[in-house]
């Protein structure tokens, strides 16, 4: 099924009512608008991916338009054809970023990567706390590995917490886990994916 919707509102209602597979917004840039279009549609647990072809993508916009859900960003003026593709990718639950903005995105993730794994706020025993968290290491299983009291790894591990601004051992270990993953793909293949 094809249709044209002239506003964001008409969009937000035509998506509730038609729910289809795809739907591609054009816009002159990746605005807030389309960004909460997107969020919208996506918030309603409607299935709908979302695919916006726009004249300009700086990264602070894409970065914010992959985190509210976009399957792909297609960049004008670009073939039809690549249009389609995009539409296509989306449809099938994959990725798609027109050239241009996936050596944007790289760019961004390869930053994130390394402010990650070599953060100046943490210490050299705070990053090996780090590591021992995300790979299931408990109070007493840090305080084993590391020869500290137990006293020692909570005041650590307080500091730590406080540094990154996490309130939980939840949070911590969250973090953990995706600070060790941005430790092992440091040299990997960035993807919208990672950005979530």
């Known amino acids: 099924m094809l249709g044209t919707v002239a506003d964001h509102l008409g969009v937000i209602r035509a998506v509730h009512i038609l729910q289809p597979d795809v739907l591609v917004l054009e816009s002159m840039r990746l605005s807030l608008s389309a960004v909460e279009v997107t969020q919208q549609v996506t918030a309603r647990g409607v299935q ?16 914010r338009a992959l985190r509210s859900g976009v399957a792909g960003v297609v960049l004008k ?38 402010s990650a794994t070599a953060d100046p706020r943490l210490t050299a025993v705070e990053r090996r706390i780090l590591e021992l968290v995300a790979t299931g290491h408990n109070v007493i299983g840090i305080s084993v590995r590391l020869s ?8 650590h591990r307080r500091t730590l917490m406080q540094k990154l601004g996490l309130r939980t051992q939840t949070d911590l270990a969250v973090y953990a886990l995706r600070w060790r993953s941005a430790v092992a793909q440091r040299r990997g293949p960035a993807s919208p994916l990672d950005l979530q």
């Open 48 to 63: 709908t991916r979302v695919v916006i072809v726009s004249m300009h993508a700086e990264q602070t916009s894409l970065i």
């Open 77 to 114: 003026p670009s073939d039809p054809a690549e249009v389609i593709h995009a539409v296509r990718e989306a449809a099938n639950g994959r990725y798609y970023l027109s050239p241009r903005l996936r050596h944007t995105l790289e760019r961004y993730a390869e930053r994130v990567r390394n």
């Open 148 to 155: 500290l009291t137990r006293t020692a790894v909570e005041a």
